[in-house]
């Protein structure tokens, strides 16, 4: 397995906690340059030293070029990345990054958004109604926390150009103030496209709910955070062979090992990131053969065409064999 060279060397020049558990982050260039431009929806990599890379949404505006603004959660089963920040990196110190990446971009040209954030899922969304606000367009922001102390960037959302399209729901508050994602969805403009963040269950219940009430999935956007623990914990099937389009060599994938693993010790490096199926750096085309697909990346019926996979989670049933642009 290799691991992207970082693009950029950024200095940490502000570090906040914002809410119960997240922290603001502030990079700029080490040497005062103007950052790599980022549309609205996009990620960075960050390089968190002994081999760690993970990626974290960009959450100011895509007008703002002399920083970039993260929002990270510590989370409960850390595995290292959000540790690393929240208990390591202070204010002065330098990182490593990528340049700016998009998987979960806008349709500037919908006549309305609809954005839905669940917990720190408000990162990239927030960078999304910085640029439909720049861009005159029509859009809402409902953001779904556990409680007020959990909901971060609060100050900012009031402070915005765009307060008044800002709806804020808490688990814990009055039943008046919550979500009602039925009446929400049915009352929003023709021809809307839906964009939501967040944990998996919430994005989950969004997407049921709108498919549901008739809205085509060419409207719905989303971006997962972390893949499904549940899936991850599967026991990995009987052991299977990849095939390399390029040289036609073949390698064993034993049960319990990726794609990628057993790549990498058969000398062969295929770039990865998030090793969990969410970010997509190792998408691969397939070629022939049916892949098993334990990724958040892919969309419904991009796993059913069967045409690409992501091999640092998915497999291929046992006996078979994959052929792989490679």
């Known amino acids: 397995m290799s691991l992207p060279e970082p693009e950029l060397r950024l200095r940490v020049t502000a570090r906040q906690m914002v809410a119960q558990d997240i922290c603001r982050l502030e990079l700029r260039d080490v040497d005062g340059r103007e950052l790599p431009a980022f549309s609205a929806g996009a990620h960075i990599e960050l390089h968190l030293g002994a081999g760690l890379v993970r990626q974290y949404s960009l959450a100011g505006s895509p007008a703002e070029r002399s920083c970039y603004e993260l929002g990270v959660l510590l989370e409960p089963a850390s595995r290292g990345g959000s540790a690393a920040l929240h208990r390591q990196v ?17 349709d500037r040209d919908a006549p309305y958004s609809l954005l839905l954030a669940g917990g720190i899922g408000v990162t990239p969304l927030l960078s999304m109604a910085e640029q439909l606000h720049l861009d005159a367009r029509e859009f809402a922001l409902h953001y779904c926390t556990r409680s007020a102390a959990r909901t971060a960037f609060v100050e900012r959302l009031r402070r915005s ?22 009446a929400l969805l049915q009352g929003a403009p023709a021809g809307a496209h839906l964009y939501v963040c967040g944990p998996r269950g919430f994005i989950d219940w969004v997407l049921q709910g ?9 409207r719905l956007h989303r971006e997962y955070f972390a893949a499904d623990a549940q899936g991850l914990a ?5 052991a299977f062979d990849v095939e390399l389009a390029s040289s036609a060599r073949v390698v ?7 794609i990628v693993q057993a790549l990498g010790e058969a000398g062969i490096d295929l770039p990865t990131s998030c090793e ?3 970010c997509g750096t190792c998408l691969t085309r397939v070629l022939a053969g049916t892949p098993l ?20 989670c998915s ?11 490679l």
């Open 252 to 258: 064993r994938v034993a049960a319990g090992q990726t």
């Open 210 to 218: 709108a498919r549901a009430a008739g809205w085509h999935d060419a």
């Open 315 to 325: 497999r291929a049933p046992g006996g078979t064999r994959l052929l792989l642009d």
């Open 293 to 312: 697909h334990r990724d958040s990346y892919l969309t419904d019926e991009e796993r059913a065409a069967g045409d690409q996979m992501l091999p640092c």
């Open 276 to 278: 969990q199926g969410v």
């Open 90 to 106: 202070r204010e002065g110190d330098i990182l490593g990054a990528s340049a700016p990446r998009n998987h979960f971009g806008l």
């Open 161 to 182: 150009a765009w307060a008044g399209r800002v709806h804020l729901h808490h688990d814990d508050g009055a039943a008046a103030q919550r979500l009602d994602l039925p």
């Open 234 to 238: 599967e026991p990995a099937e009987a």
